[in-house]
């Protein structure tokens, strides 16, 4: 056992950090830095400028035309990321979709979707969810019936994260209502602008939209668009799962929450002293800290010990997406605490660059007050999205437990 | 509860006054009437307040001298957890329980007959501004000053995150005439007019739909009788007016609490994956029934909350509502976030009333003293 890094893993995290520092586009820096709205110009900027640079996929094998790094280089630019500031690549795209098509689809589907994703020029969405099949996706309806060169799409998904950004989107469809509910599904890649496909925003929590419902009515797909084989689609789906879970550890980006906690803690006052010396409050952060420091360990025995034994990721990756979510919104909930009686106020339009302050307001509420609240809120998703907890209580149970 | 016998009935004209409400609430303030409401300008109804004052519960907390009903807090924590459950927007516990409440308990007597008749009536509404920038829930960190001026006073300084103060035709001010910073001697408080030269408003809504603002103060002149009670001993005065705020906000997350489980029990009956209701699941039902625990636990402690909060005896009272309200606040977060997560997507919507519920709970945590604010307050009188 050894945690400290060699030196040739410090070398290359100062190459890393020194190509971020160098390129990352100053107005996505400072966006990121005050919680402001992102638009998808300021992702696919970044993912190009990655791409033009060899590193549009860290996690890919280089076969593809990933970087071929290994999991601790993974790690190394996931941290150095996060702590720079720069933001997160679509993980729909890039580490969902493409690990399903570098082992399920056929080297003509590779070709031409894999590099399209690696250059930024193709957003994905997923199209999992449904009304009726939420935990319980199997259950899903969304129908595709074959005709000729084509599948005839019919249905609703739901739940579905920044499809008003997609070119493309990736969906479980049923082909067959025979024997049991996963042997009837299929994968299917379907282009956004196919004549038929209505999207309707929701609006969540924190008044901000970033879901989506989307309605299928006989909507054209051509067949070659089906990956792996027809009612074989629920292997893909469980292959996908289990990465989409991987990445919501999301260690990076509670690193750099949990500095931004303490340097809002740190001014931040509470009985005229900084709110970081409030024994009841530090220990909050002391508490979350050592949550943190304990899940970046188990994320890196967990990826070495799959590399190692050249196997897949297995239901282990259960216990980091548990953890890593809690820790998420502990964070965002300590962060909003911190600013006591100023995380009542609204100010949607203070998520935008441009805002200016009044000048009454801004001599008391700091730059990183206004989305601090709003990001609480919205962080009550990451315990739901992609495998509820207590789905991944349950995979744990019956997987890993054998109960 | 020590002493008298225990009696947790409540009075005829207080089973009335609930009934009454709850008709109200189902009848003309339903989940779209009030998202209406909290996107329009003024941020709640105008209506619904003349209706509040018809109905008699804008001058139930005053004497009856004053045009009032000579109610407890008792009364106010059966409306207030009725303005939760209704998530009512109007600014009840700012005019009626803070404002109000103060000047009832400490105005002089022309003051009390001058005003409470009118705050009842619903004609003149009132916001206390009592925090100030990096003073987190302290009432004693004032820095606005309070300068005698002739046989006056004259008042500058800015007092942050009031609450309903965009609709406020009064304010009650808490200001420095003496002392230093954080001295718990030298505050006193002003009743100064929305119209008074230099005193101006940045407004803004909150994150659970109401309104409030940052008040400045420009060299505010008032004349002498603006200030309540007597110089340099505001604190108590402000004090005693926040703790009955204090427990007025606990039965407000009762009501929550309780509307909140209502909501999250029904979605576990109607909601069904693999083939059952999801409230079938084990693991649902144990937290569901930590849901109710939490809810039944959190009533006892504002009913605790209520009944002390009108006591002479400060530490008493002290006590009382800083426990309730650290209680009420965990437990709230308990089942606020547990009934997001167990409505699963819908939960985080803004199309449902489950997120709603969820923030307000949230910032009932954060006003007049969060968990952490409180617990210390009462683990110093342990």
């Known amino acids: 056992v050894d945690l400290k890094y060699t030196s040739e893993e410090e070398a290359f995290r100062a190459g890393v950090r020194a190509f971020i520092e160098a390129e990352l ?12 709205r992102l638009q998808k110009d300021d992702l696919t900027r970044w993912q190009k400028i990655l791409h033009a640079h060899g590193w549009g996929a860290v996690m890919w094998p280089a076969r593809f035309g990933g970087t071929g790094w290994n999991v601790v280089q993974q790690h190394i630019f996931e941290e150095e990321r996060a702590d720079i500031g720069a933001p997160p690549q679509n993980a729909f795209s890039l580490k969902m979709l493409a690990p399903v098509l570098m082992t399920f689809a056929n080297p003509a589907q590779q070709d031409y979707f894999l590099p399209r994703i690696l250059a930024g020029e193709d957003w994905w969405c997923q199209g999992y969810s449904e009304p009726g099949a939420g935990s319980d996706l199997a259950s899903l309806r969304t129908g595709a019936v074959r005709q000729g ?33 996963q042997q009837g599904i299929s994968f299917l890649l379907i282009d956004m602008k196919s004549p ?29 668009n089906l990956v792996g084989d027809e009612n074989k689609g629920w292997t893909d789906a469980k292959f996908l799962l289990t990465h989409e879970r991987t990445n919501n550890a999301g260690i990076g980006s509670c690193t750099r929450a949990l500095k931004k906690l303490k340097q809002i803690a740190a001014r931040e006052t509470a009985n005229g002293r900084p709110l970081l010396e409030e024994t009841r409050f530090r220990d909050r952060i002391a508490q979350v800290e050592l949550e943190l420091m304990a899940l970046e360990i188990t994320n890196l025995r967990v990826l070495s010990a799959t590399a190692d034994e050249s196997r897949a990721l297995g239901p282990e990756v259960s216990v980091l997406k548990i953890k890593g979510s809690e820790i998420q919104q502990t964070i965002a909930e300590l962060q909003m605490q911190a600013l006591g009686p100023d995380a009542l106020p609204y100010l949607r339009e203070a998520l ?49 437990l054998g109960l | ?41 003024l941020g709640f109804s105008a209506e619904a307040w003349s209706r509040y004052a018809e109905l008699g519960f804008l001058s139930l907390p005053f004497p009856e001298e004053c045009g009032g009903l000579g109610g407890n807090s008792v009364d106010t924590m059966l409306v207030m957890e009725m303005v939760g459950r209704g998530l009512l927007l109007e600014p009840y516990l700012s005019s009626i329980v803070l404002g109000g409440g103060l000047l009832r308990d400490s105005g002089s007597d022309s003051i009390k007959r001058q005003m409470l008749p009118r705050i009842a009536a619903g004609e003149c509404k009132m916001a206390l501004a009592c925090y100030e920038a990096a003073g987190r829930y302290d009432l004693s960190q004032v820095a606005c000053t309070a300068a005698r001026s002739g046989d006056g006073w004259r008042l500058s300084g800015r007092k942050t995150v009031v609450l309903d103060a965009p609709s406020a035709d009064y304010f009650l001010v808490s200001a420095r005439s003496g002392g230093n910073l954080r001295d718990e001697h030298g505050i006193s408080v002003f009743l100064i007019g929305r119209e008074t030269a ?29 200030l309540i009670g007597a110089a340099g001993e505001g604190l108590g005065l402000l004090e005693r007016a926040v703790d009955k705020g204090i427990a007025a906000l606990c039965a407000e997350a009762v009501g929550i609490i309780a509307a909140l489980n209502e909501a999250t029990l029904n979605y576990l009956k109607t909601r069904k994956q693999f083939g059952v209701p999801i409230g079938k699941f084990q693991a649902l039902q144990h937290r569901m029934a930590d849901m109710l625990i939490a809810a039944e636990q959190s009533r006892s ?33 308990l089942v606020g976030q547990q009934a997001v997560q167990m409505h699963g997507a819908m939960g985080v919507v803004d199309e449902l009333i489950v997120s709603h519920y969820f923030k307000r709970l949230t910032m009932i945590d954060l006003t007049l003293g969060d968990v952490d604010f409180q617990l210390g307050r009462f683990s110093r009188l342990l």
């Open chain 1, 25 to 36: 586009p100053a107005d996505i820096r400072a966006k990121m830095g005050l919680g402001k």
């Open chain 2, 198 to 226: 230099g005193l101006t408003l940045f407004a803004y809504p909150t994150q659970s739909g109401g309104r409030a603002a940052d008040v400045r103060l420009a060299d505010v002149t008032l004349a002498p009788g603006a």
């Open chain 1, 352 to 400: 935008e660059m441009d805002w200016v302050a009044d000048p009454s307001f801004a001599e008391h509420y700091r730059p990183y007050a206004p989305p601090l609240t709003g990001q609480y809120f919205n962080m009550r998703k990451t315990t739901i999205y992609a495998g509820s907890t207590e789905i991944q209580k349950n995979i744990i149970s019956q997987l890993i």
């Open chain 1, 196 to 224: 038929g496909i209505t999207l309707r925003p929701i609006t969540m929590l924190d008044g901000e939209h970033e879901i989506n419902e989307i309605w299928f009515d006989n909507v054209q797909v051509p067949v070659q």
């Open chain 1, 149 to 181: 060169d084509h599948y005839l799409v019919n249905g609703q998904k739901t739940w579905n994260t920044l499809g008003q950004y997609a070119d493309w989107i990736f969906c479980l469809v049923r082909t067959s209502s025979e024997g049991r509910p």
């Open chain 2, 1 to 41: 509860l020590t002493g008298a016998a225990v009696d947790f009935n409540y009075s005829n004209e207080q089973v009335a006054l609930r009934e009454t409400l709850q008709r109200f609430i189902s009848r003309d303030y339903d989940f779209e009437r009030r998202r209406e409401l909290a996107r329009s300008p």
């Open chain 2, 301 to 333: 402690m504002a009913i605790f909350a209520a009944v002390y909060a009108d006591s002479e005896d400060a530490r008493e009272r002290r006590r009382a509502v800083s426990g309730a309200k650290a209680y009420v606040g965990q437990a709230a977060r």
